[in-house]
């Protein structure tokens, strides 16, 4: 902890920290200083010269114009903010602005959450006084999600500073100089940087608008908006959506201390359309008939109570979802248990099942201290292991960029490179399945080259974290990664262990009592001994584990907000709210249980998944079920404040859950395979189901298809851009993209999501 | 008065510019300051220096001895880098230029005896991109002092060595700024960065870093050869050293001189430039390359020193006058000024970015007769303005801003009167 001083700030003394930002301190105290480009996530710049106050070293010695910004707190400092030539120097440096800055704030989408606009008026310039021709420019195409309007900049430099060196994108840059500076791309075309977004928020006035937004632009006041935590991975982001009238608008990142504070990624920002789809359920679907949810619910429990009286109790099972609430899962059991029935599978397989599950337990164990995004960006030594993390959790991605520009060493084991190998010390490119032999090489603390040099930077790190993806199936991984956390945590110096997921919920149903494998399910759908299956918001038709027995099944109920394969074939559908307008609990990664609430919107479904089941309980008669439900008897968590999940509420710190029980014993690692390994590619845009059919996302998603080594690909006479058929040993077969950053014996399947279109037309008002 | 030739002991400013050679530049001394040094202690160079008086020769001033002291020595094992600022792109100011162009060897020693008193053994001359050809001499020159063992490995039967580049810059005024020089070098904007850290401290790539200008090291071997009390010697009225002193604008005979630091303004005006160039009477100086205050004929007694130009409220700068006479029309001339200014500011920061083409636009329109009752006000606010800004540059635009509207506000006043009174006439 820093000295504690005393400052005095127009006129009342404060107490702050030696070395504080004078202007950081201000704000923090609530006295808006005007300023542009001081960004706490960047910190002090001095170029816009907007928060200059008169400061002296002490009462007793003068003051002088002085930038808050650049100046840090010392002993007796007098600072006054009100000086008056100091409040006329800073209505100056708006007139310097606006000097060139066009009269389009009636048009222009920054309108209304514009810095520029509340700095006019803070500093009370009202008056132009040039009478001289401003300048212009042109604006660049940056692809589908930023908007360019370059004649808006007021040259605060907040866009290179975040885009290259916060975010470290390279394509984004500042050109020219005098009073012709030029922030934009070398030429036209799509920004690279997967977090191009936040330059929307960054840009204190309109030059970087949401391209998406515009299109169907409302003033930002007339937005709807009910704080909610996003949905398209596990990081769990809080987030802002905006509505107006039956659509989604936008969405942009709530500041939260404990997991995001002002950025997202644009898989989140722009991934949330789905909500707007014309497939989005409203009605319910009854053997093809469109009704009322209330009277599709009457119908579904009769039919399931027919089914359980007539086929006993075991014909009826649940398919939980990774990407519904803890508490629509747990009224999926209650459904279930007024049936009779306990089996429920949330998972796509056997090995996504038993990885998920083993890391969630660890995780909840909290044997091992769990990162958070600040802790992340603290990290002096990173070890990536698995997946690609830009993929398939990126803000963790954007934490570790923070984490390597404090210079900690990054070392990257996967089957593919991916965009954060770039910033690595070193990566190790493996084919799958063997990454957990490596990992166990790296905590033997033996080995040579890339695993000595891992095993040394891990020994001589102060804060080490360890990231392991659980998106592929590999419980080994998992537990051998928990082996090395273990060995590397002492007492005075905790090793922090993070694992990743595939949904924004996998974490908690990763945590339930009673879950089993798909696998079982599916084969007594098929044999006949289950008669009925609810799924609950899940595409399951488009699981390879389940679609056969989806087909199969008698009776199949689906519960979703939008038309999917599932949907298409189910005998009942009931509609639910999409996630931005439902409200619960989830778990992210971090087993931080996070709230999240939402709006009715007109056009939509009107209940949450949570109450459709709760619903058919109800019908079912089982209200001392639904009274008694628990979470604690559903899922294996308690929180510190010993009920679970209990007292959170939306945009708090959340709650990180703890589990009664001790992780089970990692299974051994399979022995690697010595033949080619398939191994599904993720992909920031594109492989996330929901955001996957949001149209800019969309437009991002590369080509389905597969990868191989150039190696391999000579081996089998295949080549670049040809039609790869492998159905016979894999099952699959697809446009061919040879990639030298894929490990040798590793055929890559890219996972690209088809959104399905509504089997008939719904007509809305 | 008669001045001893130091500096341009080998150079001829009136014979064009050929380089003064190795052999020649031997034959006349050189490389002895150098010998001098290397045989005493980094230290004890450092104290020779810091005993002469020398003040840096770029325009601010600053005693050089003391901007070295801050350099982290003997317990400091990492690289530190010695950088010679040739960016001369101060209007009115060609004395590097005469410097390098015609005595390489003399910038090059100066630069030897400096690294090894720092004990830095990586250089560089960052010259300003329309000294093309004297950054040809100059990698000519230290391929020579190579050559003859004055750079590289093992120098002067020592283990001191010390590596030397030049690089050619791409042009712009704020690279003469050292620490937007030191960005530019680094291959980043020109932007100067904020202080502390000092590039003594923190510099190129973030190591210790001495920046100093081309007569500031040519001066150095012959402090080295001849000592601190001769060097003190050279100077008026307690100033250490010569300088050299130019002038240009409206004189007969425009020039290069060198001369005992301290002697009078008028000396040069009228002895060495030979008076006023078409008959009219001097109107204003402009004492030490463009970015100082004017001054005016009642002040052209001052001695051109550093303090005694200060106390007459302008400053000594790179000693190059700018000459008007009255001729000029100094709404006319300031718009000249500011468009120089107005084009070569980084873009970094507001006040001096958006604010100096502002003025420039203003003046302008005063000196077309479009000006506006409220210019005049607008520009007083503006020159206060200008001088918060992130690094020098634009207060140094101030310097010869706001002298001219206030020395010669009534010329001003005049073309906005002319105006109104032609709107008058209308009605």
């Known amino acids: ?765 | 008065m008669t001045t001893q030739k130091v500096l341009f002991k080998n150079i001829d400013t009136f014979k064009g510019v050929t380089p003064c050679s190795y052999e020649q530049y031997v034959k006349g001394g050189g490389y002895e300051g150098a010998k001098a040094a290397f045989k005493k202690t980094p230290h004890e160079v450092q104290q020779v220096i810091k005993d002469s008086n020398l003040r840096g020769r770029g325009g601010a001033g600053f005693p050089t001895g003391l901007k070295w002291s801050f350099v982290p020595m003997d317990n400091f094992k990492g690289q530190k880098y010695l950088i010679c600022n040739c960016d001369e792109m101060e209007p009115g100011t060609f004395k590097d230029r005469a410097l390098v162009y015609g005595d390489p060897h003399q910038l090059i020693e100066g630069m030897l005896i400096a690294a090894y008193a720092l004990q830095m053994t990586k250089g560089f001359i960052f010259i300003r991109y329309e000294y093309k050809k004297g950054a040809r001499i100059l990698e000519e020159a230290c391929a020579e002092a190579k050559k003859h063992g004055f750079l590289g490995k093992k120098l002067l039967g020592t283990d001191f060595e010390f590596e030397l580049d030049v690089h050619l810059s791409a042009g712009r005024y704020i690279c003469g700024e050292e620490t937007a020089l030191i960005n530019s070098l680094e291959g980043k904007r020109a932007n100067p960065r904020s202080k502390p850290p000092f590039p003594q401290i923190k510099g190129f790539l973030g190591q210790p870093t001495i920046v100093n200008n081309v007569e500031t090291f040519c001066n150095m071997p012959h402090i080295l050869a001849h000592g601190a009390d001769w060097f003190k010697g050279l100077g008026l009225n307690g100033n250490a050293g010569t300088k050299i002193m130019g002038a240009s604008g409206r004189v007969k005979n425009p020039g290069l001189w060198e001369l005992p630091l301290g002697v009078p303004m008028r000396d040069i005006l009228e002895k060495h430039a030979q008076g006023p160039s078409r008959g009219k009477a001097f109107k204003a100086v402009i004492p030490g390359g463009l970015s100082t205050p004017m001054m005016t004929p009642e002040q052209f007694d001052t001695p051109m020193d550093f303090d005694s130009i200060a106390k007459a409220g302008s400053r000594l700068g790179t000693a190059g006058l700018i000459v008007f006479d009255e001729g000029d029309c100094m709404v006319d001339s300031t718009a000249n000024i500011m468009k120089f200014y107005a084009r070569e500011s980084c873009g970094f920061c507001t006040p001096c970015r958006e604010g100096i083409p502002w003025i420039l636009d203003i003046v302008r329109a005063i000196g077309a007769g479009n000006g506006e009752k409220d210019d005049m006000s607008i520009l007083d606010d503006m020159s206060k303005h200008i001088m918060h800004t992130f690094c020098a540059f634009a207060p140094g635009a101030q310097g010869p801003f706001l002298s001219a509207i206030t020395t010669f506000r009534s010329e001003f006043e005049a073309f906005i009167k002319s105006r109104e009174a032609a709107a008058a006439g209308v009605n």
């Open chain 1, 1 to 765: 902890m820093a000295e504690k001083i005393k400052v005095t700030i127009d006129g009342t003394e404060h107490e702050v920290e030696a070395g504080e930002n004078i202007l950081q301190v201000c704000l923090d105290k609530g006295m808006l200083i005007p300023h542009f480009c001081y960004h706490e996530a960047m910190g002090p710049l001095g170029a816009c010269r907007l928060c200059a106050a008169n400061i002296a070293p002490a009462a007793d010695k003068p003051g002088r114009l002085e930038m808050t910004c650049m100046t840090r707190a010392s002993a007796g400092m007098v600072i006054n903010v009100n000086d008056e030539y100091a409040t006329k120097f800073r209505k100056s440096v708006i007139e310097d602005l606006m000097l060139n800055h066009p009269h389009d704030c009636p048009v222009c989408d920054e309108g209304g959450e514009c810095m520029l606009q509340d700095m006019t008026v803070i500093t009370e310039h009202q008056h132009r006084r040039t009478r001289f021709p401003k300048r212009t420019w042109k604006n660049q195409y940056l692809g589908p999600l930023v908007h360019h309007e370059m004649n808006r900049c007021i040259t605060c430099y907040r866009c290179v500073r975040y885009y290259g060196d916060y975010a470290l994108g390279s394509d984004l840059g500042a050109y020219g100089s005098r009073n012709r500076v030029y922030f934009g791309r070398l030429n036209d075309g799509v920004l690279e940087s997967e977090f191009s977004g936040n330059l929307i928020d960054v840009c204190p006035t309109g030059v970087f608008t949401n391209k998406r937004f515009r299109e169907v632009y409302t003033r930002p006041w007339d937005l709807q908006t009910a704080r909610s935590v996003c949905v398209s991975c596990s990081v769990g982001c809080n987030v802002l959506p905006g509505f107006r009238h039956t659509d989604l608008r936008r969405i942009k990142p709530a500041e939260n201390d404990a997991v995001n504070k002002y950025f997202m990624c644009d898989r989140g920002r722009y991934g949330g359309e789905f909500v707007n789809l014309p497939s989005r359920l409203s009605d319910a679907r009854v053997s093809g008939t469109s009704m009322m949810t209330e009277d599709g619910i009457d119908a579904v429990a009769a039919q399931l109570k027919d089914i359980a009286t007539k086929h006993g109790a075991g014909a009826i099972a649940g398919l939980g979802s990774q990407r519904a609430s803890l508490e629509a899962n747990a009224a999926l059991t209650a459904v279930l248990k007024a049936l009779g029935s306990d089996r429920v599978a949330c998972f796509g397989s056997q090995a996504d099942r038993e990885a998920a599950r083993l890391a969630a337990s660890i995780t909840a164990s909290r044997e091992l201290p769990t990162p958070s995004l600040p802790g992340l960006e603290k990290a002096d030594f990173v070890l990536s292991v698995g997946g690609d993390l830009t993929a398939e959790a990126p803000m963790l991605d954007l934490a570790i960029r923070q984490a390597v520009r404090q210079k900690a060493p990054l070392f990257i084991v996967s089957p593919r490179a991916g965009s954060l190998d770039k910033f690595a010390t070193a990566s190790l490119r493996t084919a799958p399945g063997t990454e957990a032999g490596i990992v166990k090489e790296i905590a033997a603390g033996g080995g040579k080259d890339f695993v000595a040099q891992v095993a040394t930077a891990l020994k001589s790190a102060k804060s080490p974290v360890i990231l392991c993806s659980t998106l592929h199936g590999d419980a080994a991984l998992v537990g051998a990664v928990y082996q090395l956390a273990k060995s590397a945590n002492t007492a005075d110096r905790p090793c922090g262990l993070a694992y990743y997921y595939k949904s924004a919920n996998t974490a908690g149903v990763a945590l339930a009592r009673k879950d089993e494998s798909p696998e079982a399910i599916a084969a007594d759908a098929k044999s006949g001994k289950i008669k009925a299956l609810v799924v609950l918001e899940r595409n399951a038709a488009a699981e390879p584990a389940l679609a056969e027995a989806i087909a199969q099944c008698e009776y199949v109920v689906a519960i979703d907000c939008y038309e999917n394969a599932t949907t298409n074939d189910a005998s009942a559908v009931l509609p639910c709210v999409a996630h931005y307008q439902s409200f619960g609990t989830i778990l992210n990664f971090e087993g931080r249980a996070q709230h999240f609430s939402g709006l009715n919107i007109p056009g939509s479904a009107t209940m949450a998944s949570s109450e459709v089941l709760l619903n058919i309980a109800e019908r079912l008669g089982a209200s001392e079920i639904i009274q008694g439900l628990d979470f604690h008897d559903v899922y294996d968590i308690t929180t510190e404040s010993g009920k679970a999940v209990d007292g959170i509420r939306t945009g708090d710190s959340g709650a990180l859950v703890k589990s009664d029980s001790k992780p089970t014993a990692p299974p051994s690692a399979k022995p690697a395979s010595t033949g080619m390994v398939a191994w599904h590619i993720h992909h920031t845009f594109g492989s996330e189901e929901l955001s996957a059919m949001s149209p800019p996302i969309a437009e991002l998603a590369p080509a389905a298809g597969l990868e191989l080594n150039p190696e391999d690909a000579k081996s089998r006479n295949l080549s670049d851009g040809q039609n790869a058929d492998l159905t016979k040993e894999f099952g699959v077969s697809g446009l061919l993209t040879v990639n030298a950053g894929l490990a040798k014996g590793t055929l890559g399947i890219r996972v690209i999501q088809t959104a399905v279109s509504a089997p008939r037309k719904e007509v809305t008002a």
